[in-house]
């Protein structure tokens, strides 16, 4: 199969999917469907690869490239508007084609004529033909409405910074930009200024449908509520009274929602059709770290299609979009809106560098909008040195999970720091000592005149640690279950009830977190933070500092607190783990050195390189890599890793240079040296020694010479150089005297390759033992075999072997100038194997597929006494064309186009019934054999 060829059944199958009909211009048939596609469409400067109807009318053209033409599609856009402006053969009105669409097998190009400044775009997937049918009844543009139509902002009852957020981002909405990142500081109404945008896009702009994405589900009710509180500058009535807004809680999304809210987990289980734990969507990306095995990769999905949404409004847009779940986001055919309080260099970069609105947090403590912070600090010696316990100490063991307990000797000498507290070692005279600490500080020195405690939020390490924290609050304060809760995601009790009653009543006055509350959250009341566990993230810090920020008046503050004597002016960060000393990191590229190939880094490792710069780019490399290459690649570089995926190469490299890690395999090293040591008093080379030792274990993989090669095999595979020096020329066109004896060769090859390895390949197997395995024939089969036959040395693709059979057999030959399929290498194997006797006829495999599905349903229908109804037929054809394609059907392929457009396997089994198996199982039988 050519590259051509291959990419055109790609864009067929695509386009299929999307609901087009496809037609040859030879057989169309404008009243199909919808919208029709009809390949080789003439016009007067050449024929079109495909011509695009709606409703019976020409509205634009597909130039169709193949796969190596990759991401210089842009290339092509003057062909393409070439055709799109020629005259199109028996069409009387040739005013230019609207819609332009650039493809090969994998990227597609849109260009909508009718925008102002026509801007190509990339998108995921073809529309559906109604969409493009909705465009053309609308009098503009949605792009030209944002840059035509929009009214001014009412200023009233917005802050400046909001004025400024949105026209800022309505501005670059007006120029096409496609990202764009608001940055303004906790507190300041980002939520209220995204609703703002949202409603005006939605009035004036007329966008179909929004997606407001939040972190965690939570946050989606906090949003919702926000929505239902909205009310416009020139309208009465609430945002929800005005437009529909579905907060997504199941896979359907509401047909006539307006704005959807969700979680970026469950926009990933709607495509992709898994289902969600919705504890998932319970806990904050920020917590959650990326593996490989985490990565989200999406397909089209008809049911929402890749037009579903014309804006995206990412709130917290925290660093899981930027490659956990980034594919969720490149589905959509949408603008992206980010708003964040804490950017990093990766965000600017993810939305373009292009800020539309920039609102520190300085300057909204300025503004009077959020309050300032104190930062007390609580040390202890436990906490900063760590503890010893000795051998045969009687203790109390604890299950982390189920909390319980026994009482035994230790079996060993138990040193562990203060990094090990609460997650090895439990030590409840530390959390007494702090909690007693905080106690003190505020009733005496914080907030001296207080008669009762101010709201506080406690970080806890984990959901045990918190239980921990909380036992020894109510036991110190003296108080009962009410005064102290945990507000946790996995809390028995409701968790939004308690996170109400800690806005909105006098208790709790304390709350203990993990991560429910570390993010977006708004508690007004608080007043006092105490950090418990340490944040090395840069962004998520601020995040959790942010949510002591937010301004109160007095009246709201005495609500609750009723012995404050005005409004909130400040909150206090209690410290009592460092973490305000702490490095804080902050996103880094991995990618060192990019003008340094991949065989020279691997190669550069093996040899003995260690810096950071040399490990991080080939990890880089490695997990790009690892997305690039399909299961077969990866399991070559496995065979030679000893078992371990390119992926995971690539991550122990990252993990290796983990500065915690090392701390800690340093500080472990100490102890097993009998040297007491802290982090403070680690030498240099103590450090250094533990990091080799990491390090050299993640490079080790790579001193095997055949895993580099395997590697860079892979790597060559996926690439080409393109030389654009040596200019070609035709020097012979024609049939040689030599082509017989070449095809002969061809044949010849072919029937020795396939007798020797008859054992080796399961495609194979399935001829040379029928009938025993016949149902064991698949598609996967079928192409693997191609595929270790299209490669080097051999090079006998179905096309060519065809062609071979054709000049040699040329009276048994059939079909010789249809386009090939995957699937014709069965009937390749069965006449070359002369399964069907030496007399017998080559002939494309859905030929034969056709002629044993006439005789099966005749026969069939005899003995039922009978017959299928015309709609069983015609399921039945359907089911008779993908086993034609595909070499077998089974229940999930009713989730592909051709039949699940018809109703799926639910239409199916009300047509057939039980007898559907068995009938399926019958195909797959005697279709294939």
């Known amino acids: 199969m050519t590259p051509e060829t291959k990419a055109r059944q790609l864009i067929d199958q695509k386009l299929e999917q999307a609901g087009w009909v496809i037609q040859d211009l030879k057989q169309f048939n404008l009243s199909a469907g919808v919208g029709i596609a009809i390949r080789e469409f003439p016009t007067d400067t050449g024929p079109a690869d495909y011509a695009l109807f709606i409703n019976r009318k020409p509205v634009g053209v597909i130039e169709a490239k193949k796969d190596s033409a990759g991401e210089n599609l842009t290339v092509t856009e003057a062909q393409t508007e070439r055709y799109a402006s020629a005259n199109l053969k028996w069409r009387a009105d040739n005013a230019p084609l609207r819609f332009l669409f650039e493809a090969t097998g994998q990227i597609i190009r849109f260009t909508d004529n009718a925008d102002p400044l026509p801007r190509s775009r990339e998108i995921f997937h073809f529309f559906k033909p109604e969409t493009l049918a909705t465009w053309l009844d609308q009098p503009e543009t949605l792009r030209r409405r944002l840059a035509e139509q929009m009214p001014a902002l009412p200023e009233r009852n917005l ?18 930009k496609p990202r764009a990142l608001v940055h303004m500081a906790t507190g300041a109404g980002k939520t209220f200024t995204a609703i703002t945008s949202v409603y005006r896009l939605l009035k004036f702009g007329g966008a179909k449908r929004i997606l407001f994405l939040v972190d965690t589900r939570n946050l989606g009710k906090q949003a919702h509520q926000e929505f239902m509180a909205y009310t416009p500058p020139d309208d009465a009535r609430k945002f929800t009274e005005l437009y529909n807004v579905q907060r997504l809680t199941s896979p359907h999304i509401d047909p006539h929602a307006q704005v959807c809210i969700s979680t970026i987990q469950r926009m990933y289980s709607i495509l992709s059709g898994e289902p969600i734990d919705d504890s998932a969507e319970d806990i904050s990306l920020n917590e959650v770290q990326q593996t490989t095995k985490q990565e989200k990769f999406v397909r089209y999905n008809s049911a929402t299609p890749v037009e579903t949404f014309d804006f995206i409004v990412i709130d917290e847009c925290h660093r899981s979009i930027y490659n956990l779940w980034k594919q969720v986001l490149d589905y959509f055919d949408a603008s992206l809106i980010g708003l964040t309080a804490t950017p990093d260099k990766r965000t600017f970069g993810f939305f373009n560098e292009n800020i539309v609105a920039e609102y520190s947090y300085e300057d909204s403590v300025a503004d009077g909008v959020n309050v300032g912070y104190d930062v007390y600090t609580i040390e202890t010696e436990v906490t900063q040195k760590g503890g010893q316990l000795k051998a045969k100490e009687w203790v109390d063991h604890r299950d982390r999970q189920t909390r319980k307990k026994r009482w035994s000797e230790t079996e060993e000498d138990t040193v562990y720091t203060g990094k090990e507290l609460d997650r090895s070692v439990v030590n409840t005279s530390q959390i007494r000592q702090v909690i007693q600490a905080m106690k003190t500080a505020v009733e005496t020195k914080i907030f001296p005149t207080r008669k009762e405690t101010p709201k506080t939020l406690i970080f806890a390490k984990t959901d045990s640690h918190a239980d921990d924290i909380i036992n020894i609050v109510r036991e110190i304060y003296g108080q009962g279950n009410a005064f102290c809760k945990k507000v946790t995601y996995r809390s028995e009790e409701d968790a939004d009830s308690i996170l109400s009653s800690f806005r909105n009543d006098y208790n709790p006055r304390i709350a203990v977190t993990v991560d429910m509350i570390a993010t977006g959250t708004d508690v007004k009341p608080l007043e006092v933070l105490l950090f418990m566990r340490d944040v090395r993230s840069k962004g998520y810090y601020e995040q959790m500092k942010g949510r002591g920020v937010r301004s109160l008046d007095a009246d709201s503050l005495k609500r609750v607190s009723n012995s404050a004597d005005g409004a909130k002016t400040r909150f206090v960060l209690i410290d ?3 973490v305000e000393k702490s490095c804080k990191t902050e996103s880094r590229p ?10 020279d880094l691997l190669q550069g490792v093996a040899m003995g390189s260690r810096d950071d710069d040399t490990l ?7 997990v790009r890599l690892n997305k690039q290459l399909d299961d077969k690649a990866k399991a070559r570089i496995e065979k030679h890793s000893g078992g371990i995926p390119i992926g995971e190469l690539g991550k122990a490299l ?5 500065p915690d890690a090392i701390m800690q395999a340093a500080l472990t090293q100490a102890r097993a040296s009998g040297i007491t040591r802290s982090e403070d008093t680690l030498l240099p080379e103590e450090i250094e020694a533990a990091r080799a030792e990491r390090v050299a274990a993640a490079c080790s993989p790579f001193d095997k010479p055949e895993l580099r090669d395997e590697i860079e095999n892979a790597r060559r595979e996926r690439e080409q150089i393109i030389d654009h020096i040596n200019l070609d020329q035709v020097t012979f066109s024609g049939f040689s005297e030599q082509a017989e004896t070449e095809a002969k060769a061809v044949i010849q090859t072919f029937t020795e390759y396939i007798r020797q390895r008859k054992d080796e390949i399961a495609a194979l197997s399935f001829f040379y033992q029928q009938p025993y395995r016949r149902r064991a024939l698949t598609f996967d089969m079928i192409e693997d075999l191609h595929e270790q036959l299209s490669k080097p040395p051999l090079m006998l693709t179905t096309e060519r072997l065809w062609s071979a059979y054709a000049r040699v057999h040329a009276n048994q030959v059939k079909g010789t100038t249809s386009h090939r399929q995957l699937t014709d290498l069965v009937s390749l194997l069965r006449f070359a194997l002369e399964l069907d006797g030496a007399d017998a006829e ?5 030929d034969e597929v056709d002629r044993r599905f006439a005789n099966w349903i005749w026969r069939h229908n005899a003995q039922r006494g009978t017959a299928f109804t015309s709609e069983q037929t015609e399921w039945l054809r359907l089911m008779k064309d993908h086993i034609a394609n595909s070499c077998s059907i089974a229940r999930e392929d009713f989730d592909y186009a051709e039949l699940a457009d ?9 047509m057939f019934g039980k007898e559907l198996d068995t009938l399926m199982n019958e195909m797959n039988e005697e279709l294939v054999a």
């Open 576 to 578: 009592a783990v460092g």
């Open 902 to 910: 018809k109703g799926g396997l639910q239409k199916a089994w009300g």
């Open 616 to 622: 991080l780019s080939l990890a880089n490399r490695l």
């Open 159 to 176: 802050r400046d910074c909001q004025v400024s957020a949105v026209t800022g981002l309505e501005k670059s909405l007006a120029m096409n």
């Open 654 to 658: 990252i993990n290796a240079l983990d």
């Open 842 to 846: 080559l002939k494309p495999f859905a």
């Open 590 to 599: 991995l990618e060192k050195k990019p003008g340094v190939a991949l065989k």
